[in-house]
Structure formats: structure tokens, C-alpha cells
């Protein structure tokens, strides 16, 4: 009796399955340029990051060939799903994407609508290959187990490599502007409408700077730098991070002509550990250097202030920075011109802003009660004190002493007190300075 051929019911449905998984995709690695024309026409009807980029249309066509040979390739020849490595393409489409600046969901609905697709197109062929519904069955449980294990391992390296691509350009983005701002800053010659491409900043109209610091690092820095832009004007600040703890800012088309007390509300609301300089409002390339250097030099006034102020403004302190550009002479003036009234002490410093209201600009001592809601009386006796303290009367020498006073009561600490001692050697002993009137 001759022996009949086994038929797919007498056979194992596995084996079964396996046979016909292994030839389906040989046969349709013979058309693999059809099959990825198909999944990228697909692809493309869907998803709208394609319009408009021909370089990254190219990608995901060849990233659909890569993706269907490759899982085509494992499954014909047996090979498990444990060993998926991502394409070469596919991981360039993901760097492409995050170089269109897509996220990186849409660079995975890449891989979610086209294992739909492929899925779908098996699902219909293998069901006319197999006849057996068992041996069917376990063909595309076997195959829809593969995708999935491949998917899930091509999207989790895609993915990584979108998001490293993303935070690399982030930090060439980061060098350039600071490298731009240094340049401009130091008075080279820049290209200036490549610099404007490059730091996504007009320079056109006003400009108007602000540097944020803290004592700790954080995200604090680029909070508090969008409250500030965003008291400033409407426009999109540019920021430049200068080091972990110190953030400059610009906005353009701003007045910079926010009061010292809402600047430093919004700064204390945004984060009470960092604090604000300001410079002025200027135009143009020029007033986005100056209006920085403004800021600085506001910055190193805050600096004499000491605490209490989360926001110093370059116009409420331009004087002060003025005069205390050779901060030791500042205070050898300031001790000099006052004598013991520049005493570092209560008393002395309620004496002082007395007699500063008296012999400033449209002064008096009734403007000085006035201000200060002290009675006349009481105006006129710190008067008198203070010139017993300074050894002169307040009328010898009046702008030096409104000078000196304006020191003394808006950075009492820096131009009272010697500098604490170092390693280069001890200080001298502090002493107070009585100035003797000229002799006629």
C-alpha cells in the first residue's frame, strides 16, 4: 500500500503555523519595494510632519524598507525577536524628526500606524495560506507576539536616539548663543542678520537686559527669568544660561520701565532664592550691550546693598554705581566728608537720612519733616547733631555732603565698615574720621 502525504490536519498545527510564516515572508521579501511603498503611502496620508520635507519623506520611505526587510529577514529564517537591533535608517529618521523639531510621539505614531498597517496586510495573506484554523491561529499569534516584542524595542531605541538628538542640538543651540552673545558683547563684528537667526533675537528697537543669580542651582533661574520678560513686554526673551547659577536675559520691544516694587514682587513670587538686575531700555544692536552692561553693573551695586531687594533696577541705582566705582575711595570719602556721622549705628544712621532729606534737591527741613512725618523740631535738632558729629555745618561744602550721605544711607554696610580681614594680611583698625573746616 503506498504511503499518502500528510495533510495540514494530520500535522502539527505548529509546525504547520511555522512552515507557512517562514514561507509568506520569503515570498514577500521578493517585494519588499512594493511592500514599503505601500506602508510609506500609507504613512504619509497621515501624519502631516511629512509636508513640507522632502529629506524626511525619503527617510521614512527607506525607514519602511528597513523595518519590513528586517522583520521579514528574522521571521523566514527563524530568527527570535530577543535579537532585534533598531536600523541604521530607522534611527537616522529619528534624528531627522527631532532635527524638524517633532516629538517624540510623532516619531512613535511612525511605528503605531504602520505595525497597524503591516498587521492588517498578514493578518489577510497567512489567512489564505492556512487553511487549518488551528495551525492559523498559532501563524498569527507567533507573528502578532514578534511585532509586537520587535516594535517595542526598535520604538524604545527610537525613541532614545530622537530625544538624544533633540538635547544635543539643545546644547549646540546653548554654545551658539552664548558663544554670539560673547562676541557681541565684546565688541566683535558679527553677521548681524546671522546673529539675529542665530540667537532667534531682533535687535531692531528697544532692548532692555536683566541677569538673574542665585545661591543654588536650579530651575528656579529660568522661572523667575520668564516672570521678569513677561513684566517686561509681550515679545519672547532671549536667554542665555552663563553658568549654573547665574541666567541673562533680553527682551526686545520692551520699555523696561517696570517699578522697583512690582519687579520685586514678581521675582519674590516666582522664587524667593534668586534675584534680578535690570538695565535700562536702549535701541539696537548698541542698546543690547549697554542695556546688559547696565545690568551688571546693577548687579554689583545689589551686591553693596545686601539682602532685602529681589530686583535692583540700573536707573534707581546709577548713582550709587557712579560713585562706587573705586569702592575704597568711596568710603575714604565718605568718612572723611562726614566725620563721626558716618558712625555704624542706629542713631547716627536716623541722623543721617534726616539731614539727607534736608540738603537734597528741593529739600528743607519741612520737605525733611514732611517725608520722614517727623515734627520740625525734631528735624532741626538731627541737624544740629549731625554738624556736631561732622564738625561743619551742613551748608559748607554742600554737594560733597549730599554725596557723601547719598553713600552712606544707600550702602551704609559697604562704605561704613572695613572689609573683613583676609589672607593677604589684616586691615587697618577702623576710626572715624572728624573733618576739620578749612582754616580762613
Same mark, same amino acid.
Given at each position: 500500500?503506498?504511503?499518502?502525504? *500528510?495533510?495540514?490536519?494530520?500535522? +502539527?498545527?505548529?509546525?504547520? *503555523? ?7 515572508? *520569503?515570498? /514577500? @521579501? ?33 525607514? !519602511?524598507?528597513?523595518? &519590513? ?24 529618521? #529619528? ?10 510621539? +510623532? ?14 496586510? /498578514? ?21 502578532? $507576539? ?11 531605541? &527610537? ?14 543651540? &546653548?554654545?551658539?548663543?552664548? +558663544? ?31 541677569? !538673574? ?36 536675559? /533680553? ?5 523696561? #520701565? ?64 557712579? @560713585? ?33 532729606? &534736608? ?26 547733631? $549731625? ?21 552712606? !544711607? ?31
Amino acid at each position: 500500500m503506498v504511503p499518502q502525504p *500528510a495533510t495540514d490536519e494530520d500535522r +502539527d498545527p505548529a509546525a504547520v *503555523a511555522d512552515a507557512a510564516v517562514r514561507g509568506l515572508s *520569503a515570498e /514577500w @521579501l521578493a517585494r519588499i519595494d512594493r511592500l514599503a511603498d505601500g506602508m510609506f503611502e500609507h504613512l504619509q496620508a497621515r501624519i502631516p510632519v511629512l509636508d513640507g520635507h522632502p529629506d524626511l519623506r525619503g527617510l521614512t520611505r527607506a525607514s !519602511c524598507s528597513s523595518n &519590513v526587510e528586517t522583520i521579514l529577514s528574522m521571521l523566514s529564517n527563524g530568527i527570535p525577536s530577543s535579537a532585534t537591533v533598531a536600523p541604521v535608517t530607522a534611527l537616522e529618521h #529619528a534624528r531627522a524628526m527631532a532635527t524638524v523639531g517633532a516629538e517624540v510621539d +510623532d516619531t512613535l505614531r511612525f511605528y503605531r500606524l504602520g505595525h497597524g498597517w503591516f498587521l492588517e496586510r /498578514w493578518t489577510e495573506a497567512l489567512s489564505a495560506r492556512v487553511a487549518d484554523r488551528a495551525a492559523l491561529l498559532a501563524g498569527l499569534q507567533a507573528t502578532a $507576539a514578534f511585532a509586537l516584542e520587535y516594535i517595542d524595542v526598535v520604538s524604545t531605541r &527610537v525613541s532614545a536616539e530622537h530625544l538624544a538628538e533633540r538635547e544635543r542640538r539643545q546644547r549646540r543651540a &546653548v554654545v551658539l548663543r552664548g +558663544d554670539l552673545v560673547r562676541a557681541l558683547m565684546g565688541g566683535e563684528e558679527v553677521d548681524v542678520p546671522a546673529a539675529e537667526r542665530g540667537l532667534g533675537h531682533r535687535f531692531a528697537g528697544p532692548q532692555t537686559a536683566f541677569v !538673574c543669580w542665585s545661591t543654588r542651582e536650579g530651575p528656579e533661574l529660568e522661572r523667575v527669568a520668564a516672570a521678569v520678560a513677561d513684566a517686561l513686554g509681550p515679545s519672547r526673551p532671549l536667554l542665555v544660561l552663563e553658568s549654573p547659577r547665574v541666567l541673562g536675559g /533680553w527682551v526686545a520691544a520692551a520699555t523696561g #520701565a517696570v517699578d522697583r516694587a512690582t519687579l520685586d514682587a514678581v521675582v519674590r513670587e516666582a522664587a524667593p532664592h534668586v534675584s534680578v538686575a535690570l538695565g535700562r531700555s536702549h535701541h539696537g544692536l548698541e542698546g543690547f550691550v549697554r542695556s546688559r552692561r547696565e545690568a551688571d553693573r546693577a548687579r554689583r551695586v545689589a551686591g553693596l546693598l545686601g539682602g532685602g531687594r529681589a530686583a535692583v533696577a540700573f536707573g534707581d541705582v546709577a548713582l550709587l554705581d557712579l @560713585l562706587t566705582a573705586d569702592l575704597p575711595a568711596a568710603r575714604a570719602f565718605v568718612r572723611d566728608e562726614l566725620g563721626d556721622l558716618a558712625r555704624d549705628d542706629e542713631a547716627t544712621a536716623a541722623v543721617r537720612r534726616t539731614v539727607l532729606a &534736608v540738603v537734597a534737591p528741593r529739600g528743607g527741613a519741612m520737605a525733611a519733616a514732611r517725608e520722614l512725618d517727623l515734627h520740625r523740631n525734631t528735624v532741626l535738632q538731627r541737624i544740629h547733631r $549731625a554738624e556736631t558729629l561732622r564738625g561743619a555745618t551742613v551748608e559748607e561744602r554742600p554737594r560733597e555732603l549730599f554725596l557723601a550721605l547719598t553713600l552712606a !544711607c544707600g550702602l551704609d554696610p559697604a562704605v561704613l565698615r572695613d572689609p573683613a580681614p583676609t589672607a593677604d594680611g589684616p586691615v587697618g583698625v577702623r576710626s572715624a574720621h572728624r573733618r576739620v573746616p578749612d582754616a580762613h
